[in-house]
């Protein structure tokens, strides 16, 4: 935004802040292309769009608390900042969940989308960082688990036990480094 | 796509009507402890509650509105401190009558009117500010007000009108003249 858009986005939005409803239009016509740049920076398609949208809507939801004194587009691009945490929380959330279901599958399905299959090496990656900080017993009990192996000369009763444990300590390492199961 | 984006100004415009009757809420707030001081001070909880609606009505709507309505609201309720506060104050720290003396409620409604009208009419003239702003500046004075100066009852009331008129009026002929 060059100087001029930027006072007249001041101008706009001070207006609009005490209550003058013809300058809704300029701050929304101005704010709209701005918000969506802002949040395509930070988010991939329609994370950006939404989080564009949210932010626009808090804009003008906030507008009647702008403080003429301040920089109107440092105090716009705060809330809008704010949006993208938020959206980019709720999409790291959303790839743990899938985690915890479909996205091995995804990952040995040939007709995956590469973003699938881009999540699905993320994630392998995250198992395999988790695996690493466990115990190298716990590890190689969880990796023996997941190919349906037992340990020659393990009970099934104690491979079972040492099982739960590793799944104990991976699920509190995973809350640990991701912040969810 | 132009659907959309008339659906999303559609969205901005409630968040912003609804921002706007948020901030006359938060403005309104201030009347609650106007009305407790009214009526612990006066004991007369109809007539309070009555005021005190109408004030908070009045100052909701006002913010809502904006601009000139909007500052109309906020210097009528600081205009109406005075005749809340005065009468108050005097009934709590004062004996109403001593031997050769006694505290006329309705003077000093009055005299602290005269204060807030001037405050009004001082507004009113350095901002040029219209006609309906100041009439609804004057209406949220005159409710403020009436929340201290129903102590002296309808005298009370008729002082405080009285003296918001009398401090006003002068400044905002001189600003037609």
């Not at chain 1, 101005?30 to 988010?43: D, H, I, M, Q, V």
């Not at chain 2, 005749?83 to 602290?112: E, K, W």
């Amino acid at each position: 935004m060059d100087q001029a858009g930027r006072l007249r986005l001041q101008d706009d939005l001070a207006r609009l802040g005490a209550g003058d409803r013809a300058a809704f239009h300029p701050v929304f016509a101005a704010l709209l292309p701005l918000l969506r740049r802002f949040a395509y920076r930070s988010l991939p398609g329609a994370d950006a769009e939404d989080a564009a949208q949210e932010a626009l809507v808090k804009v003008f939801l906030r507008a009647s608390e702008f403080d003429p004194m301040r920089d109107a587009l440092s105090w716009t691009l705060g809330i809008a900042a704010f949006e993208i945490r938020t959206a980019r929380r709720r999409r790291g959330r959303r790839r743990e969940v899938d985690a915890d279901s479909a996205q091995l599958a995804v990952q040995h399905d040939p007709a995956a989308s590469p973003e699938d299959a881009a999540i699905a090496a993320d994630l392998d990656a995250a198992i395999d960082a988790a695996l690493a900080s466990l115990p190298p017993a716990d590890a190689a009990t969880l990796r023996a688990f997941a190919m349906s192996e037992r340990p020659a000369g393990v009970a099934p009763a104690t491979f079972r036990k040492r099982v739960e444990r590793g799944i104990a300590r991976l699920r509190e390492q995973w809350r640990t480094t991701h912040g969810r199961r | 796509m132009a659907a959309a984006e008339a659906l999303l100004q559609a969205r901005a415009r409630r968040a912003y009507e609804t921002g706007r009757v948020l901030l006359g809420l938060r403005r309104a707030s201030v009347v609650v402890p106007m009305a407790a001081l009214s009526l612990v001070a006066c004991g007369r909880p109809a007539a309070t509650a009555l005021a005190a609606g109408m004030l908070a009505a009045s100052v909701i709507v006002l913010e809502w509105r904006g601009e000139a309505f909007g500052r109309g609201a906020r210097i009528g309720l600081l205009a109406g401190t005075a005749p809340l506060l005065l009468p108050v104050i005097v009934r709590a720290t004062v004996h109403a009558c001593s031997a050769s003396f006694c505290v006329s409620y309705s003077a000093l409604c009055l005299a602290s009117g005269v204060i807030g009208g001037a405050l009004l009419g001082s507004w009113a003239v350095g901002r040029g500010v219209h006609g309906q702003a100041v009439a609804a500046a004057g209406a949220v004075a005159s409710l403020a007000g009436s929340l201290g100066c129903m102590v002296a009852g309808v005298g009370g009331l008729v002082g405080l009108l009285a003296g918001l008129g009398l401090g006003a009026t002068p400044l905002l002929v001189t600003r037609r003249g």
